[in-house]
C-alpha cells in the first residue's frame, strides 16, 4: 500500500537559504523528496536522480517559469519559448543537432589554447599587485572570454560583450530583483542584435570555425533564425554561470586543504581529479527543473503530476549512500566519476560538458603556475539551490 503525500515533510525555503548541504543532509536518509513550502518537490537521492533525468514522465518546463513571473513576451522570454533548454522531444532534438554537432567537431586542443592564454592574461593584469577577488576578476570574466573565442567576437567588442553578458545573467541568479531584471531585458536584447551583425558577417564570410559550422548544420534542421539566435544565447547563458561557480569552487576548496592544493601545485595530473571533486562538492548548477505529468512512486511514496521538480545535484552528489564522508572536500576519491552527474543527463545533457571541463582544468592550472603561494584571504558564500549558483566576493592573496 501507498504512503500518502502528507507523510512528506515540508521544506521551509528559508532552511535551504541558511543551509542547504545542512537541510538536505537531514531529510535524505529518511526520505527519497521532500516538499517545498513555496510548492513543488526536490528528489534528493543519487539513485534517483540519474534515474529520473531519463524519465519521460517528467518533461522541460516550457514557458511554465517565466509564466509564473508574470511575463509573456520580450527577449528573456524568446529564450524560453525558443530554447533548447526549456524544449521537450522533436523542438528539442531539432534545436540541439546542429549546435551539438558543431561542438562535436570544434577542435579542442585550439579551445584550449584560448583558455590557456586568456587566463594568463587575467592573472597577468593583476600580478603585480597582491590581490584580487576570483570571483568577480577572474572566474567571471574567463568563461566570457572562451565565448568570445568560441564565437569570433573581434577584440575591441569582447568589453560591450560581456558588459551585456553579466547583465543578463542577472535573470538566471537567484532573488533578481526587479531593476536587474528590467536591465537584463535590455542586454538580452542587444546582446541577439549583436549575435544577428556576428551571424550575418560570418554568413558573408564563411570558415572553418564553430560559427560558420554552426549555421550550415542549422539548415539541415530547418531551424529558424530567431531559433538559431537564440539557441547562441542559450549556449552563452550555459557557459558563463556555471563555469563560474565551478571556478571559484574548486580554488576556494583546494586553497581550503592546504595539502591537495599543494598535491596539485606538485602534480597538474591531479587537476582532473579536483575538476571533479569540485564539482560534486558545490555543482556550478544546483539541479534541474522539470514538470511532473503523471504520478510517480518513489520508494512508497508518490509524486503527484502536474508539480515542477527539483532534481537537486547540490542534494544527490553529497549522498552517503554514494559518497564516503560525502562533506569532506577530497581529491583522491575512488569514485569521483560519479560527479559527471554535475553535467545532468539524458535528452538535455550538457551539449558542451567536454568545453567546460576544460575551461574548469585550464582555469585553476594558470593559477597554480602562475601563482604557486595563492592564499584564500576569506571564504566566499555559494548562493541558490534550484538551478544557478551565485557566490560572493572570494579573496585571495599572494606576494608578488
Ligand atoms: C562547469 C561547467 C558546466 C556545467 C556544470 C554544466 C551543467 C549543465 C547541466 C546540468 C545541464 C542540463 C540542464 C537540464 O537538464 O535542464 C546543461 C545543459 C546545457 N549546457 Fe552546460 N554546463 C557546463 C558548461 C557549459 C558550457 C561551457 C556551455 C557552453 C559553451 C554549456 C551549455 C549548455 C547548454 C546550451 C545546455 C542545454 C542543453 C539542452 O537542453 O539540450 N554548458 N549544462
Not at 332 to 341: E, F
Request: glycine residues 6%.
Amino acid at each position: 500500500m501507498l504512503d500518502t503525500l502528507h507523510t512528506v515533510p515540508v521544506v521551509a525555503s528559508s532552511d535551504l537559504e541558511t543551509d542547504v548541504h545542512g537541510t538536505f543532509a537531514r531529510y535524505r536518509p529518511a526520505y527519497p523528496f521532500v516538499a517545498l513550502d513555496t510548492g513543488g518537490y526536490v528528489i534528493l537521492r543519487h539513485e534517483d536522480v540519474s534515474r529520473l533525468l531519463l524519465d519521460p514522465r517528467l518533461q522541460a518546463t516550457g514557458t511554465a517559469i517565466p509564466a509564473q513571473a508574470g511575463m509573456s513576451e520580450g527577449a528573456l522570454f524568446d529564450i524560453f519559448e525558443q530554447g533548447m533548454l526549456t524544449a521537450n522531444a522533436d523542438a528539442h532534438a531539432r534545436r540541439r543537432s546542429g549546435l551539438s554537432r558543431a561542438l562535436a567537431q570544434q577542435v579542442s586542443e585550439e579551445f584550449r589554447q584560448h583558455v590557456r592564454r586568456s587566463a594568463a592574461a587575467l592573472i597577468d593584469a593583476y600580478r603585480d599587485g597582491a590581490t584580487l577577488d576570483l570571483a568577480a576578476d577572474y572566474a567571471a570574466k574567463l568563461p566570457i572570454l572562451a565565448l568570445a573565442g568560441l564565437l569570433g567576437v573581434p577584440e575591441p567588442d569582447v568589453p560591450t560583450f560581456m558588459q551585456d553578458i553579466h547583465a543578463m545573467d542577472e535573470f538566471f541568479r537567484p532573488h533578481p530583483t526587479e531593476q536587474a531584471v528590467a536591465d537584463a531585458e535590455q542586454a538580452a536584447r542587444r546582446l541577439r542584435n549583436y549575435l544577428e551583425d556576428l551571424v550575418q558577417a560570418a554568413e558573408n564570410n564563411p570558415s572553418e570555425g564553430f560559427l560558420s559550422r554552426y549555421i550550415r548544420l542549422s539548415q539541415e534542421d530547418d531551424v529558424t533564425r530567431l531559433e538559431l539566435l537564440v539557441q547562441i544565447v542559450q549556449l552563452i547563458i550555459g557557459g558563463t554561470e556555471s563555469v563560474r561557480t565551478g571556478l571559484v569552487a574548486q580554488a576556494v576548496h583546494l586553497l581550503s586543504e592546504p595539502e591537495q592544493w599543494q598535491a596539485v601545485c606538485e602534480d597538474l595530473t591531479l587537476v582532473p581529479n579536483a575538476v571533479a571533486e569540485g564539482l560534486r562538492f558545490e555543482p556550478g548548477i544546483a539541479g534541474v527543473v522539470r514538470v511532473s505529468v503523471e504520478d510517480i512512486e518513489i520508494d512508497g511514496w508518490v509524486l503527484p503530476a502536474g508539480q515542477l521538480v527539483l532534481l537537486s545535484f547540490m542534494s544527490a552528489l553529497r549522498d552517503e549512500r554514494v559518497f564516503e564522508r560525502p562533506h569532506a572536500f577530497d581529491i583522491s576519491r575512488s569514485n569521483l566519476k560519479l560527479a559527471r552527474l554535475a553535467f545532468g543527463g539524458g535528452a538535455h545533457r550538457c551539449v558542451a560538458d567536454a568545453l567546460g571541463r576544460a575551461e574548469l582544468e585550464e582555469g585553476p592550472s594558470a593559477l597554480v603556475e602562475r601563482l604557486p603561494n595563492l592564499r584564500l584571504e576569506g571564504r566566499p558564500d555559494f548562493q541558490g539551490h534550484m538551478f544557478v549558483r551565485k557566490t560572493t566576493e572570494c579573496r585571495v592573496s599572494w606576494q608578488p
